[in-house]
């Protein structure tokens, strides 16, 4: 089976752009949460969408944003790119939104000139 | 009180040795703990994760050690190989895949010959 798919998997814009990053989740997840890594960090929580509804937001400014379709695949966008919005964007899928273990992709890099 | 604390930073073992990595946490409503191994260019990895009702889980060369009442954990990695060679992260979540996953900082790990 297919693992958690993201695309692109490597993406160069300029401060000011807007950006969409997409992810297909393992075949029957219905949830999907979206992770910002910065380099030498961990990852860090910015959204989590189930059923088309978004679950749970991290700390994260309105530029960014997201939506669940309902094949259960999802976009992360972001406005306005500022150069510490540089990092890689990952996507994870489970199941269910609880008891269930989260299985990520490999992720979007980033990079914002 | 959401932080996971990691540590070592980096870790040097020789072949066939012991690695031990430590995690600590605040929030006492965590009860599920993951762990995650991450190679470069390429997305976290689910390793192996433990609930608080019990105080260690081993599958394989790979055992996390659970301390409720000093709110710590530990991955032991048993006869380490170069193939483990990665970075490690340890993370908390309220209830397993429903809420946002809570990483430490993250552990270097180096197996040497």
């Known amino acids: 089976d297919a693992g958690v798919t993201q695309s692109p998997t490597h993406l160069i814009k300029t401060r000011g752009q807007q950006v969409t990053l997409r992810c297909s989740p393992i075949s029957g997840h219905k949830s999907v949460s979206w992770y910002q890594q910065v380099l030498g960090q961990g990852p860090q929580f910015i959204f989590q969408y189930y059923e088309k509804e978004e679950r749970g937001r991290g700390n994260f400014p309105d530029r960014f944003s997201a939506r669940q379709f309902p094949n259960y695949s999802s976009e992360l966008n972001v406005n306005a790119l500022l150069l510490g919005d540089s990092a890689l964007y990952l996507c994870a899928s489970s199941l269910l939104p609880s008891n269930q273990p989260q299985h990520f992709g490999d992720g979007t890099r980033l990079s914002i000139l | 009180q959401q932080q996971v604390k990691q540590s070592p930073q980096s870790l040097i073992v020789q072949k066939g040795g012991i690695s031990i990595i430590n995690c600590a946490y605040e929030?006492?409503?965590?009860?599920?703990f993951p762990w995650y191994q991450q190679f470069p260019g390429k997305g976290p990895a689910l390793l192996i994760a433990?609930?608080?009702?019990?105080s260690e889980k081993k599958e394989g060369r790979f055992t996390i050690s659970f301390n409720k009442s000093a709110k710590q954990f530990s991955l032991h990695i048993m006869d380490s190989q170069p193939g483990d060679s990665a970075t490690y992260f340890c993370a908390a979540s309220l209830r397993i895949g429903n809420e946002k996953l809570t990483f430490g900082t993250g552990t270097r790990l180096t197996i040497i010959p």
């Open positions: 929030n006492t409503a965590f009860d599920y």
């Open positions: 433990i609930r608080p009702d019990v």
